[in-house]
């Protein structure tokens, strides 16, 4: 276990005498990846946040039982993890619609309205950091907290605590109050799972490869063909066995003649603009749609962008405005609308 700093000693000293300015200095740090550990248990950031906050109520009021035993980062998991679990419990499991139903017919009208609760949620770069390590973007991408999500949650719970928090097979014991032998037992469950539903190379592997420019040059093409309605640049980008999806639709395309089909007879009959922004660790594109009404273009959709080598395999288009809203205030630099 990693010494104390001089300076978290008096900081936990104080917030135990009731010092509240002290534990928000204390928890500060942890504050960011403590977030995204409860996204990647729970898939929701509206839900995520509700989760932090709960941990951090918790850890203030049980400040007093924090006996230095374990790091305090490692206790702050161990409530975050619990409490992820808790909230679990109360919730449908979330996915995405390729994980859910069978792709549209060529030429079906998009439909099929679920909830959104039952979907996986896009998640701000911003909340991530600039600093965050390669390994914990790997963790937020779509395709890797989807397949989490096929995970029952100890098994989801133990698998992040092992591999992407790094704690100890018997600090992760002690965190979810179980053996050394259930944690291994639950971990090399959860690896054949994430093994079989995972990506064969993650987007952080493909977009070094690719490099920054490369991977501007790409976004910057398909925001212009799609402002410029032109269905073929669009089709141009994709991979032969490209995907659409819009949650909450459970409505998906599957194949460049389904999305061709899709995109001449709905969105590219409508006008729009577009902003590259970042959400799971990928490229992303925020679209406003023009509104007749305001003369303005409002937000419609997250496009999150899968890309496969210098093409696009996935587009995840996120509709509705509670994601809209909640993804554009947590990122804090993306309008409300756009008047030119």
Not at 6 to 30: K, M, N, Q, T, Y
Not at 39 to 68: C, I, K, N, P, V
Not at 237 to 243: F, P, Q, S
Not at 267 to 288: D, E, F, I, K
Request: aromatic share 6%; glycine share 6%; with cysteine.
């Amino acid at each position: 276990m990693a010494m104390a700093r001089p300076e978290d000693i008096s900081l936990l000293a104080a917030a135990r005498a009731g010092d509240g300015p002290a534990f928000g200095l204390l928890v500060e740090p942890h504050r960011r990846e403590l977030h995204a550990h409860c996204y990647r248990m729970l898939a929701s950031l509206h839900d995520a946040e509700d989760a932090l906050q709960e941990t951090l109520l918790r850890a203030w009021r049980g400040l007093a039982r924090f006996e230095g035993r374990s790091s305090l980062r490692t206790w702050l998991y161990a409530i975050a993890t619990n409490t992820c679990l808790r909230a679990v419990e109360r919730r449908p499991p979330r996915t995405l619609p390729l994980g859910a139903v069978a792709p549209a017919t060529i030429g079906e009208v998009p439909g099929r309205p679920l909830v959104e609760s039952v979907w996986i949620e896009p998640y701000p770069d911003e909340r991530l950091g600039p600093d965050v390590a390669y390994e914990q973007r790997e963790a937020v991408e779509l395709a890797f907290v989807a397949a989490l999500h096929h995970l029952a949650p100890l098994q989801r719970a133990v698998l992040l605590l092992r591999q992407v928090v790094g704690l100890s097979a018997r600090e992760t014991a002690t965190a979810l109050e179980t053996s050394v032998a259930g944690v291994n037992s639950a971990l090399q469950r959860a690896r054949k799972v994430i093994d079989e539903r995972g990506p064969t190379e993650s987007q952080q592997t493909t977009l070094r490869t690719l490099g920054d420019e490369t991977r501007k040059d790409l976004v910057r093409r398909y925001m212009a063909a799609m402002e410029a309605a032109d269905v073929d640049a669009v089709i141009e980008l994709l991979v032969e066995d490209a995907t659409w999806s819009m949650p909450p639709l459970s409505t998906w395309y599957s194949g460049l003649d389904a999305i061709r089909v899709f995109l001449e007879e709905h969105p590219l009959r409508l006008r729009w603009r577009h902003m590259p922004t970042g959400a799971n660790g990928q490229a992303a594109v925020l679209c406003y749609l023009w509104d007749d009404t305001d003369a303005t273009f409002r937000p419609y959709a997250l496009d999150v962008l899968t890309f496969a080598g210098p093409r696009i395999a996935a587009i995840d288009a996120f509709l509705g405005r509670k994601v809209l809203d909640e993804f554009r205030a947590s990122s804090g630099s993306l309008p409300a609308e756009i008047t030119t």
